[in-house]
């Protein structure tokens, strides 16, 4: 096979590789998964990690696990304390370099400098001139022994404490480049309590051989990783996040507001991580889906966590996949509809003439101007134009109602001040059907549909419509349709993207569930809202039709 095909098809298989990688290196730790699953994809990253939580959890164990995922590999580990000295993290001074060449050399075989995996217990409790020098190891990936610089092979520092440091003492440089940080909690689940106490300890993770990342692939992973695209909708979607954060800060008062700071650094490092997870999942650029991983990037301490956690429940759901802005278009669609809906049942609806209500013996409704109809042998009939969307005026016709005929006689002697009943034919039906009109309070005569609400009405041969106010709802509506169609589109792009990055190896259950109910919330509104722009469309572009009709030749 040509290399470069073979390297497509190694591409291809890496998100099902890594998927078993992790299955391998979480079997038999219980309720550890994502932090198993974020300690690899730090290591993926080349990033350092921070693991919060009480003593006695597993966490030493977590980092012990992670050596097995690469091949060759050395690890160290150590549990600092206030008398720790640098010699027994990063290696013993040679004492026979000092006395034949009176040099400062560690003999660092075995120690940090050497590691590739390196797991620091109870950090905080580490001297200024340990943490000084792990320091640079962190940012530089380099030791200095002696008179040379040397690379350090290190793939994933873990560190991990019961406690934060405090706020003064120093540790802040070092805390921040910790870019994931990870509350790892006793066993919550009681089947899992059961299986911790009961089944055998696993030492050390079952992997394989072919699982395992050897160096070669490490190095041209991490040279490939920094080429993945982070596109502008990714940043948007970023930055609103990073605004939300803010505004959250300002409105805390239960502790203070810098612990939800974060740096640029940590942004930075975090593309980083974002770019890597896409990587691992099979992806040439950044997906909506990789943002979520930021949940355990972006907290400062146990109160921060919690804020951060609600704030990126409610990014998931509103913005992740352009949620809210679908719902903004929807919003203004409604009020497009209503305006236009106003618009006609002002213009064209029959309003009684109450100026000499009381003096005059005249009907309540002038009919004189009104053309007749004829429908299934009945003559002299008057139509009404409804002004709005309904699911029908009679149990006799199904759907929306259109117009109905009533007889002018009828319509004139019996159309009083209260409710009145009167037959009719609905649309085209040539059934007579048992209609109801009233006057509102605004004085204009309605028709109850089945659901009992009133729907305005026009009366055929009185403020009948011209060509131009025609138009003029026609590009209301139009406009309004292109609204929800723009919404429908960012439905389609959302579900595709989704789809497109599931299943994800690195997200939190959760919030994925989150992001996907929201959406499909909010396909459910557009669905709804795009049938009844539909009918308004309809009922507007055949508006003209609906007054001029066929006369006498309706059934």
């Not at 027994?88 to 940090?112: H, M």
């Not at 320091?135 to 404490?161: D, Q």
């Not at 490092?269 to 992806?283: C, D, E, M, P, T």
């Amino acid at each position: 096979m040509p290399q470069n095909l073979a390297t497509v098809s190694r591409r291809a298989l890496l998100p099902e590789r890594i998927a078993s990688l992790i299955d391998a290196l979480s079997s038999g730790v219980y309720e550890r998964e994502h932090t198993i699953k974020m300690c690899l994809l730090a290591a993926l990253a080349g990033e350092s990690v921070f693991l919060l939580g009480p003593p006695g959890i597993a966490k030493s164990y977590i980092a012990k696990r992670l050596i097995e995922a690469f091949d060759n590999s050395q690890f160290f580990e150590y549990l600092m304390t206030r008398f720790s000295t640098p010699e027994e993290v990063f290696g013993p001074l040679s004492i026979q370099a000092l006395k034949d060449e009176g040099k400062y050399v560690r003999l660092t075989d075995g120690y940090l400098p050497n590691a590739d995996v390196v797991f620091l217990d109870e950090i905080w409790k580490a001297g200024p001139a340990i943490l000084n020098t792990l320091l640079t190891v962190v940012n530089e990936r380099t030791f200095k022994n002696g008179e040379h610089v040397y690379p350090v092979p290190m793939r994933l520092l873990v560190t991990a404490s019961n406690e934060l440091p405090d706020p003064d003492s120093g540790l802040d440089a070092l805390y921040d480049r910790m870019l994931l940080r990870v509350f790892v909690n006793r066993i919550q689940e009681k089947k899992n309590f059961k299986l911790m106490l009961t089944e055998p300890s696993q030492e050390e993770a079952s992997v394989s051989e072919k699982l395992k990342i050897s160096h070669e692939e490490y190095q041209q992973w991490q040279a490939i990783i920094p080429t993945l695209s982070f596109p502008d909708v990714i940043f948007e979607k970023l930055y609103t996040l990073k605004q939300r954060l803010e505004n959250a800060s300002n409105d805390q008062t239960q502790f203070d507001p810098s612990e939800l700071y974060v740096s640029d650094r940590r942004w930075k490092k975090a593309v980083r991580l974002l770019k890597s997870a896409a990587f691992f999942n099979g992806r040439d650029e950044v997906a909506p889906l990789d943002v979520l991983l930021l949940e355990d990037c972006l907290w400062h301490s146990p109160e921060s966590r919690d804020v951060v956690q609600n704030v990126m429940r409610a990014f998931a759901a509103e913005v992740l996949f352009d949620q809210q802005e679908v719902l903004a278009l929807i919003e203004d669609v409604k009020a497009a509809l209503s305006d236009i809906e106003l618009s006609t049942v002002e213009a064209l609806s029959y309003r009684q003439d109450t100026s000499n209500a009381g003096l005059s013996r005249k009907p309540l409704i002038d009919i004189s101007q009104s053309p007749r109809f004829t429908v299934n042998q009945s003559q002299d009939l008057v139509r009404f134009v409804l002004l709005r969307a309904n699911p029908s005026v009679s149990e006799q016709e199904k759907g929306d109602s259109r117009w109905i005929y009533l007889d002018a006689a009828d319509v004139e002697k019996k159309v009083k001040t209260g409710s009145t009943d009167l037959y009719g034919y609905v649309n085209k039906n040539t059934h007579l059907c048992r209609l109801t009109l009233e006057w509102d309070a605004q004085h204009t005569l309605v028709i109850k549909d089945i659901a009992n609400r009133p729907v305005p009405m026009a009366l055929v041969g009185m403020n009948d419509p011209d060509s131009k106010q025609v138009a003029e709802w026609k590009t209301q509506t139009d406009q309004a349709l292109a609204q929800l169609q723009q919404a429908q589109f960012l439905i389609r792009r959302a579900r595709s993207q989704l789809n497109a990055g599931l299943p994800h190896l690195f997200a939190q259950p959760d919030l994925l569930e989150t992001a996907s109910a929201s959406l499909v919330d909010v396909e459910h509104e557009v669905k709804t809202q795009f049938d009844t722009l539909e009918r308004q469309v309809n009922r507007l572009a055949r508006l003209g039709e609906f007054f001029s009709g066929v006369r006498d030749a309706e059934c």
